[in-house]
């Protein structure tokens, strides 16, 4: 993942290389302008000063030509060259490579060429000068960005930096905050105030996202948990109305099979609307029961009362204990995680399965045999039922799930070697 400022800083980066790389050859270009730019205008002073001085010392005859023979014999970057020949002259600005006697190299010349009067004879004056290596100013243009380069970089992760603690204050609050938020907790989340308009408009906008979402949530916990204690009643009247029926020696054999299939889907009425009420009190945080709760006796009692399905599918039940794991917990809470568990292990163990208790002080875990995984997705969601059990009411392991949350532990589910795996985790661990 890649934070959000992040993102610009690469681009501006890349976009800062990319001009600075097509900046070396326009350094390059202007510089190497200037250089010859300089050097012809350096070549024509020299040339209306030699041209002058000459006019101003009247040197005629023999003193000419052995001043120039000397200037010739010192000066080998120029020379003064009488015209023998009686053409037309233009000057001319030239560049050649040729040899450097003094640097032992090849290097580059600009010179010029020109027609100059001494004692109103035409002379040939030539003025050479060597030019910066191309190749020395390249690397010296290269180098001087890679550091601004570096530089500029470094700059742009610095000031990153800074506007991320500062700009992104308030973001990172909000998002704090809301990492932390629980819609079971109905705690009205307040955010700070900040003086910029879009993150004030976000949390504005979640403010009121959180209110609705709380209001909604308490009326729909609120409606269940009346609807649970409404049915309550009906239901048991149901319950007593059938069997009072099934005791009438009159009734006939159709009549008993038809009370019979009532009872059933009575059945799972009845563990539904128990279920439901058991969510309610723990959404409420109903319990007071505290105690410090011994895992073994608990899978002790639970594998007593469970009994009879275990016999009846012939299934083979292993405990490892690796620790005495002793829990803070409510009573009746604990007794039904480990019952639910028990029993969902139990309800998606095939035949001459396999079920495997583990426990520690750190958590505990059950392990049951299988061929495929469940569903993660909708595992611990209220009314998901994964198996064609008809007493199973889809409230098992959403139970499971919020007496985990509301004690502050961890449950997961893995499917490894064949085995279905429901592992809780204490959070000191």
Not at 131 to 137: D, F, H, M, P, S
Not at 302 to 308: A, K, P, T
Request: glycine fraction near 4%; charge should be negative.
């Amino acid at each position: 993942m890649t934070k959000l400022l992040d993102k610009p800083l690469k681009a501006f980066t890349i976009y800062a290389l990319i001009i600075l790389l097509v900046s070396i050859p326009i350094y390059f270009l202007v510089v190497d302008w200037i250089w010859v730019t300089e050097i012809d205008d350096n070549h024509e002073i020299i040339m209306e000063r030699i041209e002058n001085r000459f006019e101003q010392a009247h040197v005629t005859g023999h003193d000419l030509e052995t001043i120039l023979n000397t200037w010739n014999t010192l000066q080998p970057s120029s020379s003064i060259l009488p015209i023998t020949e009686n053409i037309a002259r233009r000057d001319s600005i030239y560049e050649v490579t040729k040899f450097n006697e003094y640097e032992a190299e090849w290097d580059r010349f600009r010179g010029l060429q020109a027609v100059i009067r001494i004692d109103n004879t035409p002379y040939l004056l030539n003025i050479e000068t060597n030019v910066e290596e191309a190749y020395e100013t390249i690397f010296a243009i290269g180098l001087v960005t890679v550091v601004l380069y570096g530089l500029l970089v470094f700059g742009f992760i610095q000031l990153n930096r800074k506007i991320s603690k500062s700009v992104w204050k308030p973001f990172d609050s909000t998002l704090t905050k809301l990492k932390s938020f629980e819609l079971s907790t109905s705690k009205v989340v307040t955010f700070e105030h900040t003086d910029i308009e879009e993150f004030e408009a976000m949390n504005e906008t979640i403010s009121k996202l959180i209110a609705e979402n709380v209001n909604t949530y308490n009326l729909q916990r609120a409606f269940v948990s009346n609807a649970a204690h409404e049915l309550q009643t009906p239901i048991a009247l149901l319950k007593s109305k059938l069997d009072i029926l099934f005791q009438d020696e009159k009734l006939g054999t159709k009549q008993s099979e038809l009370v019979n299939a009532i009872q059933v889907p009575l059945a799972r009425l009845t563990r539904v609307n128990k279920n439901l009420l058991l969510l309610a009190r723990i959404d409420n945080s109903n319990f007071s029961d505290i105690s410090e709760i011994d895992f073994a006796e608990k899978v002790e009692k639970s594998e007593e009362l469970l009994q009879d399905y275990i016999a009846e599918k012939n299934l083979s039940i292993k405990k490892n204990e690796r620790g005495l794991c002793v829990f803070q917990c409510s009573k009746f809470l604990a007794e039904t995680l480990v019952n639910n568990l028990l029993s969902n292990a139990i309800r998606h163990t095939a035949e001459n399965g396999k079920i495997i208790i583990d426990w520690d002080e750190k958590g505990f875990s059950f392990k049951n045999s299988g061929k495929e995984p469940l569903n993660q997705e909708s595992l611990f969601k209220r009314f998901s039922i994964s198996t064609t059990e008809t007493t199973n009411s889809g409230l098992g392991l959403a139970i499971v799930k919020e007496i985990c949350k509301q004690n502050g532990w961890e449950i997961n589910y893995d499917f490894l070697d064949h085995f279905h795996i429901f592992s809780v985790r204490f959070s000191k661990f």
